[in-house]
């Protein structure tokens, strides 16, 4: 079924000017314009079809994305697509064990984000020609096939490719009956979009409304630059959605471990359900050590839109670091390292809830959280995934929201692709709407 040789690979550089209107801040990244290195990838087959992919950036920096994306592409170019899925861990540790470029790596930094671009494309490409959303492909691939795509490489010490084939027979039971109910009703949500930190108390009051009336019950607020700010936002936002639903806080790595604990005593009183990234993601003792202070408070710790891959997602299980594991669909090895990450959470009985914020994020990770339930979880138990409302018109197969669920995408493929006209007037820095930007500018 999978044909043709990969005949082409074109990346591009493309950038939203999202910090304008302060969309998508927090309290590192102040001024985030969401962007992407964005990878197409050819095939000399008569189908035509291409693979999209993507990974996720913040504006400057895409561009070197845009040069560790050329790096890998020898790896890429001239293979057939048959053999590069039918031994997808082969590929996979080919693209990140290269003898000279993991150096700049291994498995993490802009090389990492370059090797999800690309394989994001791989998979869209695979799925397309199979006639399945990605989610679906997974769904029906036999659990031999789909752990063949896992590169075991330092996680066998808490799961081995035996176990990982055990865990998906086991979930084989009830999968039909899984598959149904997300057709009918999707994977439950939370709503990021009302309160990011650059928004002035009016529009976070507004957009809150807004977002009650269209159904939402689980809101994300943006905290940690400034105390008394937080307490006042906290205050208005679980004054505004009430008692009963959710709200989870995100300090994106502002804090020192004494000092989140100290800020999360004082915002404890507006009953976050977690706090996401209170310190650097690379500090799993930290993290443990937050977890185990703000425990009595009832707040959990909430991380991984910046794990580095799948090494450290096994610490912070080992460590009992964390009580929601974020997987992102751009930042570890595409799908490949994310199942891995899916079956560790599941062995340690830690729910996924996946990170979105970004552009293109919701498109693709969708697929993963809706294959999680179906053939890996089995439980929407203290599970939701993150969504943001911003630039799903530039998608060609953007995302579907019901009553705060995500309804699971029928075209197929992984939903990366971006409307050739969005493509080509965003691209950085020569697209229409960056020329009359740089030239307002001065620049
Ligand atoms: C810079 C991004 O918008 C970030 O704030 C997203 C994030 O932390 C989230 O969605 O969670
Ligand atoms: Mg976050």
Redesign the pocket.
């Known amino acids: 079924m999978v044909h043709g040789r990969v005949s082409r690979l074109s990346v591009h550089d493309v950038r939203f000017p999202t910090s304008l209107g302060g969309h998508?801040?927090?309290a590192m990244?102040t001024d985030?314009d969401y962007s992407a290195a964005y990878v197409v990838l050819e095939t000399d087959a008569e189908d035509g079809l291409k693979g999209y992919g993507i990974t996720f950036t913040?504006g400057r920096g895409t561009e070197v994305v845009v040069c560790a994306v050329n790096a890998l592409a020898p790896h890429v170019l001239n293979r057939e697509l048959g053999d590069i899925v039918g031994d997808f861990r082969g590929f996979y540790r080919q693209l990140t064990s290269d003898g000279q470029l993991r150096w700049i790596g291994p498995e993490k930094g802009v090389v990492h984000l370059a090797t999800a671009a690309v394989l994001n494309a791989v998979w869209d490409l695979w799925a397309k020609q199979e006639g399945k959303p990605l989610w679906k492909l997974l769904v029906d691939m036999d659990p031999r096939t789909l752990v063949s795509c896992i590169d075991f490489r330092y996680i066998t010490d808490v799961l081995t490719e035996e176990e990982a084939c055990e865990i998906l027979r086991q979930s084989q039971v009830g999968k039909k009956e899984r598959e149904e109910q997300m057709l009918a009703h999707g994977y439950p949500a939370y709503t990021?979009s009302c309160a990011?930190l650059g928004y002035p108390d009016a529009t976070l009051k507004q957009l809150c409304s807004e977002a009650l009336k269209d159904g939402w019950t689980r809101f994300?607020v943006?905290v940690g630059a400034d105390l008394q700010d937080d307490i006042r936002r906290c205050r208005l936002i679980r004054n505004m959605i009430g008692p009963e639903k959710t709200l989870m806080m995100?300090a994106?790595q502002r804090w020192d471990v004494p000092e989140a604990v100290e800020w999360m005593t004082k915002l404890a009183e507006f009953k976050p359900l977690w706090i996401?990234?209170p310190t650097s993601p690379d500090d799993i003792l930290g993290h443990a050590a937050i977890s185990k202070a703000l425990a009595p408070l009832g707040i959990g710790v909430a991380t991984g839109?910046q794990c580095h891959n799948r090494v450290i997602f096994k610490q912070l299980l080992q460590a009992k670091a964390l009580k929601f594991l974020q997987i992102d669909s751009c930042r570890l090895g595409s799908v490949n390292e994310n199942l891995s990450v899916l079956l560790m959470a599941k062995k340690f009985e830690i729910p996924v809830c996946p990170?979105?914020?970004?552009v293109g994020l919701c498109e693709l990770v969708q697929h993963l959280i809706i294959f999680d339930f179906i053939s890996v979880s089995a439980s929407l138990q203290d599970r939701m995934c993150?969504y943001?409302d911003h630039l799903h018109e530039h998608f060609k197969y953007p995302v579907l929201i019901r009553e705060a669920s995500y309804m699971p995408p029928k075209d197929p493929g992984y939903s990366t692709e971006m409307k050739e006209d969005s493509v080509k007037k965003h691209r950085y820095p020569d697209g229409e709407v960056w020329k009359k930007l740089l030239t307002a500018q001065g620049n």
């Open positions: 998508g801040s927090d990244h985030p913040l990021t990011w994300k943006k995100d994106n996401e990234e839109e990170h979105a914020g970004g993150e943001v």
